[in-house]
C-alpha cells in the first residue's frame, strides 16, 4: 500500500499570499488529520476530517482552511500568509474515527513564508 | 497546548546502548503513540498502545504505560547510528474524532 503522500514537498511564499497543501491518505484510510510543526510551539493539530466532515479543529485562527473530497483527499489552505505561518505542515491518515487506530504521516510540505 | 512533556529534552549515547525516554500526559486518554523522525522529515509510527494495556513490544522497541501516574516510557534496546532521530509521544483523548497531542520530544543521537 501507498504511503500517505503530501505536495508540494517544499512552498515559498510571500507575505500576505495564499497557500493550498494537499493530502492524499493511505487507500481506505477515511480519516484525515493535519498538524503544523515549528521549533517553538512544536507540533500542534490544526483540524481533522472525516467522510468531507470536519470533526475536529484547533486552536487556529480563521486564515487557516481544509476541505476533504469524496475521494477522502484533503487540502488545506492558508490565506493571507505571515512570516510565523512558515512551519512543516504534516498530514495524518487514519482507518477509524475515535481513538484506536494508528494515525500515520505524510512526508510533510514545508512552507516559507518570506 | 502540549499535553505531553518528555524527559530527557536530549539524550546522546554509544551504539550498542539502550536508550530510555519518558513522557507524561494530563489527562485521562485513550490510547498513546510514539513516533520518531529525521531531520525535520515526516514522522514515523512506531507503536500505539491502548489505555488498558501496561506493556507492548515490537521488535527492539518496548513501551510501558502507567495510566495512575499518566506516564509512559519508550525503551530503545541495542541502538544503532540509524535511531539518531527525535523521538514523540502523542496522546488521543479519545474524544470524537482523531486528535493527537503530542509531547515536546526527545532527541537521540547515537554515536558510533
Known amino acids: 500500500k501507498a504511503g500517505v503522500t503530501q505536495t508540494p514537498r517544499y512552498l515559498i511564499k510571500t507575505r500576505g499570499q495564499q497557500v493550498t497543501l494537499s493530502c492524499s491518505p493511505i487507500?481506505?484510510?477515511?480519516?484525515v488529520s493535519w498538524y503544523q510543526q515549528t521549533p517553538g510551539q512544536g507540533l500542534q493539530f490544526l483540524f481533522e476530517?472525516?467522510?468531507?466532515?470536519?470533526?475536529n479543529k484547533g486552536n487556529f485562527p480563521g486564515r487557516f482552511s481544509g476541505r476533504q473530497f469524496s475521494n477522502s483527499r484533503s487540502e488545506m489552505n492558508v490565506s493571507t500568509l505571515e512570516l510565523g505561518d512558515s512551519a512543516l505542515y504534516l498530514c495524518?491518515?487514519?482507518?477509524?474515527?475515535?481513538?484506536?487506530?494508528?494515525?500515520?504521516f505524510g512526508q510533510g510540505t514545508r512552507l516559507t513564508v518570506v | 497546548s502540549q499535553q505531553g512533556e518528555e524527559d530527557p529534552q536530549a539524550l546522546s549515547i554509544q551504539e550498542g546502548e539502550n536508550a530510555t525516554m519518558n513522557c507524561s500526559y494530563k489527562?485521562?486518554?485513550?490510547?498513546l503513540q510514539w513516533y520518531r523522525q529525521n531531520s525535520g522529515r515526516g514522522l514515523v509510527h512506531l507503536i500505539l498502545?491502548?489505555?488498558?494495556?501496561r506493556e507492548k513490544h515490537s521488535g527492539r522497541l518496548r513501551v510501558t504505560l502507567d495510566t495512575s501516574k499518566k506516564s509512559s516510557s519508550l525503551l530503545i534496546t541495542a541502538s544503532r547510528a540509524a535511531d539518531t532521530a527525535s523521538y514523540f509521544c502523542?496522546?488521543?483523548?479519545?474524544?470524537?474524532?482523531?486528535?493527537?497531542?503530542f509531547g515536546g520530544g526527545t532527541r537521540v543521537l547515537v554515536k558510533p
Open positions: 495524518a491518515s487514519s482507518q477509524t474515527l475515535g481513538g484506536i487506530a494508528e494515525a500515520f
Open positions: 487507500s481506505g484510510h477515511r480519516s
Open positions: 476530517y472525516f467522510s468531507e466532515t470536519q470533526r
Open positions: 489527562t485521562s486518554i485513550n490510547n
Open positions: 498502545i491502548r489505555s488498558n494495556e
Open positions: 502523542a496522546t488521543d483523548a479519545g474524544a470524537a474524532g482523531n486528535k493527537l497531542t
